[in-house]
């Protein structure tokens, strides 16, 4: 069947309900050495046909894929799948039921992030919660895809999670509940809002999403609604509340003196200390997005630091590069940027000169230091920004 696929040009496949095979196999030659055998015909035949790694691995979670199928597949749903409506008929489920998947996919990437890609799983694109979703999955380490009825797209939304060569801002870890909210219940506890954080090169990033209004009832054995806790909730948001030290390339940035902060759904950027808490308070079923950039001093008087795309959810994901410097008087930032859109950083002072590929451009500067400029598609290349500051 692989083989019809590829020949016909098809890349990759889904395979579902994974878990099921555990139901079948004891009386036919033993539950694991039946499991052993699919699961290697299964990685050779990706291999041979979908270069290895074509496949999305969905309600695999299971000891038997775990155990046999991860020599060939490095990604797996995290979490149940994604429902557009309650299928036991709460029309209020259009929207408790989106909080509910995105707690399953970041507090069982704990412990399953720990030898599989998390996969958030796909949405619809014109759903009513879309954008709700699509704030957890540009910043869940994973993939992104929809599975968007023909003709029924959003593409304003998907233009936020994904570049026109199909290419993604993708963060360099998986997302992971806060710690604040690891032991708490975002669902339906009246109180907590879910926190996740995630890594990009050059900074870090904090979801934070409403998701209370619903939970499991044990008696019924399902999900279900607590509209009680379907209401504004309050919280807060901190530099600490990145898991900085998980990368080697960013542990550095635990010891910054200050923070640029950028609140994509708010399109507001500032300036915070260490530990300094930004409060926020979150209707149901909606996000904010914060971009958390350490501020690099270039010399006395004079800082920087990059925030990235404000266009796309993922912000930070664009800077894919970042050297700051000085000599003499003269400093320069130069940074290599992927993507296209307006281009927003933190400056001290106002730059003498915005070089972008080799032309000078134009671009905005405020006296509280918010820098602007657009960014042009290249094709899929990285822009080379250099940033003069005499």
């Known amino acids: 069947m692989h083989s019809y696929l590829a020949d016909a040009g098809i890349t990759g496949v889904k395979v579902d309900v994974i878990h099921a095979l555990e139901y079948v196999g004891e009386e036919y030659g033993g539950r694991v050495e039946l499991a052993r055998a699919y699961y290697d015909g299964l990685s050779q035949s990706l291999k041979k046909n979908f270069g290895g790694s074509g496949f999305i691995a969905s309600m695999e979670q299971c000891n038997d894929f775990f155990f046999l199928a991860t020599k060939q597949i490095s990604m797996g749903r995290v979490g149940d799948d994604f429902w557009f409506e309650d299928p036991n008929g709460d029309p209020m489920g259009v929207y408790w039921l ?5 707690i399953h996919c970041s507090y ?38 929809v599975s968007d009825k023909v003709g029924h797209h959003n593409f304003d939304l998907l233009r936020k999670l994904v570049l026109p060569d199909g290419t993604i801002l993708r963060c360099q870890h998986y997302a992971l509940p806060t710690r604040d909210c690891l032991f ?11 926190k996740i954080w995630n890594l990009n090169k050059f900074s870090g990033v904090v979801g934070v999403f409403n998701c209370q209004g619903a939970g499991w009832y ?22 600490d509340d990145v898991e900085w030290e998980q990368k080697a390339s960013t542990a550095e940035f635990r010891g910054a003196d200050e923070f640029a ?3 994509n759904k708010c399109d ?34 004079s800082k920087f630091a ?22 003499g ?6 940074m290599k940027v992927k993507g296209a859109g307006k281009f927003l950083a933190y400056s001290s002072e106002k730059p003498g000169e915005v070089v972008l590929n080799g032309e000078k451009v134009k671009y905005e500067w405020t006296s509280n230091g918010i820098l602007s400029f657009e960014v042009p598609w290249t094709g899929g290349e990285s822009s080379d920004v250099l940033i003069l500051i005499h």
């Not at 069982?108 to 890609?117: D, H, M, R, Y």
């Open 329 to 334: 008087g003269l400093c320069s930032v130069k």
């Open 268 to 301: 507001n950027l500032r300036l915070v200390k260490p530990k300094e808490q930004i409060n926020i308070t979150l209707l149901p079923s909606t996000f904010e997005i914060f971009t958390i950039s350490p501020v690099h001093k270039l010399r006395k008087g």
């Open 98 to 102: 989106q909080g509910v998947h995105m």
């Open 218 to 239: 044990p008696e019924e054995h399902k999900c279900k609604a607590y509209p009680q806790c379907y209401k504004a909730m309050s919280g807060s948001v901190s530099s």
């Open 184 to 194: 708490e219940n975002p669902l339906f506890d009246g109180k907590t809002l879910l």
């Open 108 to 145: 069982n990437s704990l412990w399953q992030g720990q030898f599989i890609q998390p996969d958030w799983d796909m949405f619809q694109s014109d759903h009513l919660c879309a954008e709700f979703h699509a704030g957890s999955r540009a910043i869940c380490g994973g993939p992104v895809y």
């Open 306 to 327: 990059g925030i990235g795309l404000e266009n796309m959810f993922n912000s930070g994901g664009a800077i894919e590069g970042m050297e700051c410097g000085c000599i």
């Open 261 to 263: 902060v950028y609140l």
